[in-house]
């Protein structure tokens, strides 16, 4: 029976040793590194944001994220650990992860709704996807009219909330101007849009990404093209008393516009068969 026993752990050792392995690094896994040494053990709040104003220097945001962090979880009352969470979300916007960013700064303006730098955690949220550009986009240089506006749109509101919230605050003027900015980046991704129905005959699409610009982006850049895209529409659709329409509130406001003085490019009359009819009437 000795025999016996010894003989089938000798076929079973092969087999359980690699259970016995996995068992050991999962008791390494769960306890944690023993060699893993906290730095700031024993510091006060003070020298642990210190410590994260430091990395935040240096541009090394992950150890500026982890000190704040630390300083939160350990001393979470009291002025450095409320001004660790701003910290954090900007940390986060500088490492271009505009996800953290807003995440941090919406449970800041949660926790503290009515702290003082409660406007800043609004202005990051705007900045956060403001320039949120995607690794296609970097490398093709692409237009940011181009892209999918969900994210401007995103920044936008952010910025609105803050001027609407905090018409003093010392960013209201940098936010009002960005806001300007990206209306009219959206403002031509409709256009864009536009376009491209245009060229596929896609004329009611077009037409109606035109009016979208008239009516929510009145006071952008990309109102009079708008127009022009509007009045093309109706041609090719034979909507001549639409068409008359817009063409009086192109030429009253852009009495300049290439298509009212007939001083239309030959790529351009190509493209828009109308302009012969704006200069006969």
Not at 10 to 20: D, G, K, V, Y
Not at 48 to 53: C, L, P, S, V
Not at 132 to 146: A, C, N, V
Not at 197 to 225: D, F, G, T
């Amino acid at each position: 029976m000795k025999h016996i026993a010894k003989y089938i752990l000798q076929l079973l050792l092969p087999l359980l040793a690699p259970l016995f392995l996995g068992l050991l690094l999962g008791g390494c896994a769960i306890f944690g590194d023993p060699t893993e040494l906290d730095d700031t053990k024993g510091w006060q709040a003070e020298r642990i944001y210190r410590a994260g104003e430091e990395k935040m220097i240096d541009k090394d945001y992950d150890k500026a994220i982890g000190y704040f962090q630390k300083l939160e979880s350990r001393f979470p009352h009291g002025k450095y650990a409320t001004q660790a969470q701003l910290e954090i979300a900007y940390a986060y916007y500088k490492k271009s992860d505009p996800i953290s960013c807003t995440a941090a700064a919406e449970r800041f303006i949660k926790l503290h709704p009515n702290h003082p730098n409660v406007d800043y955690a609004y202005y990051l949220k705007g900045l956060a996807t403001f320039n949120e550009r995607g690794f296609i986009e970097k490398y093709t240089l692409q237009e940011i009219s181009d892209r999918d506006p969900k994210t401007l749109k995103l920044s936008f509101a952010a910025f609105k909330e803050l001027t609407d919230r905090y018409p003093k605050s010392r960013y209201f003027k940098d936010a009002t101007q960005r806001m300007v900015y990206l209306v009219n980046s959206l403002s031509q991704h409709e256009l864009h849009v536009a376009r491209y129905y245009m060229k596929r005959q896609a004329y009611l699409a077009a037409l109606n990404r035109a009016k979208y610009v008239l009516e929510y982006y009145p006071n952008s850049a990309s109102v009079e093209e708008a127009l022009v895209i509007s009045i093309s529409a109706y041609d090719y659709m034979e909507l001549d008393d639409l068409k008359q329409d817009t063409v009086r509130v192109l030429k009253t406001n852009y009495p300049q516009n290439p298509m009212v003085t007939g001083k239309v490019v030959e790529d351009e009359r190509v493209w828009w068969k109308f302009w012969e009819s704006l200069t006969e009437k």
